[in-house]
């Protein structure tokens, strides 16, 4: 069975620490990885990770997808309580279907 | 640009009730997944349609649920005689193409349905 397990399941921070969240999954048929993040509402999309693209950055955020060892990080620098939320991993099999984990709570304090 | 649109919020519902849950996708996205999100659990794929059409069912219970892309309005995820195990976030995406490839979902804001 398809699966995308995160780690860890919370933490906490202060402002300024830096912050790295993990995924890893097995799946049948790998083809993109996403990270979302997810406040009180919609998930947000920051980040998707190809076999032709195994690093994105965007400001104080990057990822790095590691095909070798399946799996995935995200890093958060400088971090802010804007930063608090729950971050979400997805695999994408090559269908329509999107295999998440149930998430890593960030809370980051002032 | 509007995003993909979600409604109502929250919908309070007795036990045997039916739940209506309404998205429209943004605009130029004809392909529609819904996902339920149980506390502390990641998001579940319930089903995904393209318009007029049911592509995969697979992730949503056999009985009491439906779902349904029209031609013309949202898509409408339908829960008959609810029970309170049906208390859940439903989060409706949409995405250009079939996701998977080149496109990722984007997220509606969710309908939380609470059963009482």
């Known amino acids: 069975e398809d699966k995308v397990v995160q780690s860890p399941l919370s933490l906490v921070v202060h402002e300024g620490d830096t912050v790295t969240l993990n995924c890893s999954y097995e799946?049948?048929?790998?083809?993109?990885l996403l990270w979302y993040k997810q406040e009180k509402k919609a998930p947000t999309f920051l980040f998707m990770l190809?076999?032709?693209?195994i690093e994105k950055k965007s400001g104080r955020l990057s990822s790095i997808l590691d095909k070798k060892e399946l799996s995935s990080i995200l890093n958060i620098t400088a971090t802010q309580t804007g930063d608090s939320a729950i971050y979400l991993c997805?695999?994408?099999?090559?269908?329509?279907?999107?295999?998440f984990g149930t998430g890593t709570r960030l809370k980051v304090l002032a | 640009n509007a995003g993909v649109m979600q409604n109502p919020r929250h919908l309070v519902r007795r036990r045997g009730q039916e739940a209506r849950l309404r998205c429209s996708p943004m605009?130029?996205?004809?392909?529609v997944y819904w996902y339920r999100q149980l506390p502390e659990e990641g998001l579940k794929f319930m089903v995904y349609?393209?318009?007029?059409?049911?592509?995969?069912e697979s992730g949503m219970p056999k009985e009491r649920f439906s779902a349904e892309f029209p031609k013309e309005g949202p898509s409408i995820l339908r829960i008959q005689q609810v029970v309170r195990g049906d208390s859940a976030a439903y989060f409706c995406?949409?995405?250009?193409?079939?996701?998977?490839?080149?496109?990722?979902?984007?997220f509606g804001n969710g309908t939380r349905l609470t059963v009482t």
């Open positions: 799946v049948t048929n790998f083809r993109s």
């Open positions: 605009k130029g996205h004809s392909h």
């Open positions: 349609l393209q318009k007029e059409n049911i592509i995969d």
């Open positions: 190809t076999s032709s693209g």
């Open positions: 997805a695999v994408s099999t090559g269908t329509y279907k999107y295999i």
């Open positions: 995406a949409s995405s250009p193409d079939r996701g998977g490839n080149n496109s990722p979902l984007h």
